[in-house]
């Protein structure tokens, strides 16, 4: 159970080009989705929470107009890397959190990310 | 605000037994976890401690102690597949925000 999928898992592309990265809760209806990036050899950062249906909340210093990240069904969240730079080239990541889920201590699941590089 | 602080970096031989330290400051979180990731690849679940003391998978152990705001992830007869880096993280209870430590980065020689 709790399977998550991301796609698409490698995209290059050139700068100025706006990216969208799917994250899809494949055995289970997906309350809550949060989205990750992860620099070389550094840790996952956490970008955004979304819960389905109502606007996401972003981590101080992510720029919601960059990345822009919509849950419109309780399967899948997308997030929009708008005119995306050099620097916005990195490792994505989502996971998901069930309706299911009673409690708040249980482990959390990650799909199984996207690299972006921009070029 | 919660840290959670790892070694940069471990190594060790095959067969031999590693304990990776997550040492850590929260005001409260639900449990510690701990996660491998393999270069290029996205973290895996390996093990999940929501009470005090031990919890054993196969070659991996975890354990977790409140009372000293410190966790560790054990491995045992290591493997030259068991080189990636190691990850501990916890869901803070006031945020629900799920944190990951610095990391640690594994290196197994034979």
């Known amino acids: 159970g709790a399977v998550v999928s991301q796609h698409p898992s490698w995209v290059i592309c050139k700068s100025g080009t706006s990216v969208k990265i799917e994250c899809r809760s494949l055995?289970?209806?997906?309350?809550?989705m949060f989205w990750y990036r992860q620099f070389p050899k550094q840790s996952l950062m956490l970008m955004a929470t979304?819960?389905?249906?109502?606007?996401?909340?972003?981590e101080q210093g992510v720029e919601k107009d960059k990345f822009l990240i919509n849950h419109a069904s309780l399967t899948l969240s997308t997030l929009t890397v708008t005119s995306a730079h050099p620097e916005d080239s990195s490792f994505y990541i989502c996971?998901?959190?069930?309706?299911?889920?009673?409690?708040?201590?249980?482990?959390?699941?990650f799909g199984d990310g996207t690299r972006l590089s921009i070029l | 605000g919660q840290s959670l602080e790892q070694p940069s970096e471990v190594t060790a031989v095959e067969g031999a037994i590693v304990q990776i330290n997550c040492t850590y400051q929260?005001?409260?979180?639900?449990?510690l976890s701990w996660y491998q990731q393999h270069d290029g690849g996205a973290p895996t679940f390996l093990s999940y401690?929501?009470?005090?003391g031990l919890e054993e998978t196969g070659r991996f152990s975890s354990f977790l102690s409140r009372s000293d705001s410190y966790g560790y992830l054990l491995l045992q007869e290591l493997q030259m597949k068991d080189s990636a880096s190691y990850f501990c993280?916890?869901?803070?209870?006031?945020?629900?925000?799920?944190?990951f430590g610095t990391g640690t980065r594994l290196k197994v020689l034979a």
């Open positions: 996971s998901a959190r069930g309706s299911h889920y009673r409690v708040w201590n249980q482990p959390q699941h």
């Open positions: 055995d289970f209806q997906a309350t809550t």
């Open positions: 979304s819960n389905e249906g109502s606007k996401a909340t972003y």
């Open positions: 929260t005001s409260g979180f639900y449990g």
């Open positions: 401690n929501a009470l005090d």
């Open positions: 993280a916890v869901r803070d209870r006031r945020t629900y925000k799920y944190i």
